[in-house]
């Protein structure tokens, strides 16, 4: 009954969770990373019905697999800016996704190589500048030793998807409806935005402004 009843507050969790967002300190100083969620084990692909039509195959860093991505801005205190949750075969550098998360973003916003897109020049225009390191196909393109430094401190936005892993536990492969897998990861990310502890584990004193 529970089940059944979390999925008509769907929309209330999304917009909570969009919410606690919008309530993060607009800094100048951003982070940008996607992380993968998986809805089935690979074994049972061909065998899963459940996010039929919603999920899709993607590769991440350790291979493939069936399920979502959720994709999401950080600010320099480790508290979440923007989040996105599409399927797996959405790229990083899609523009409509890059324009939904950095839309009136200003500063600078850190990423992988993987968010290099023909937006870079657009969203310089609007006041941001997506930095990342250049492709082995591309130009070289000269970064300030500040750049270089806080892109070497992007992996604080790894120790964020550790603490949405295994404390907000919003990595679940058992779900039975698409509902109820969103309202579960819109709801692990709105407890993230009410720990008290996120911020020792992405130590903004270590990150250059």
Known sequence: QFLS?????CFHAFL????RCSLSERTDHYYIDSRKLPVCDNLRIHQH???EGVAARGKGSTGWFYGLKLHLVINQHGELARLLVTPANVADNNHQVLGHLLEGLQGKCYGDRGYLSSLVEELLEKGLHLVARIRK???NTLLTLKDKLNLLKRGGIEAVNDILMSVCD????RHRNPLNALVHILSGLTAYTFLDHKNKRFNPARTLA
């Open 5 to 9: 009843l979390s999925r008509q507050a």
């Open 16 to 19: 909570l969770a969009q919410c």
């Open 49 to 51: 019905k459940v996010f």
């Open 137 to 139: 196909n591309m130009k």
């Open 170 to 173: 919003i990595d679940h492969t």
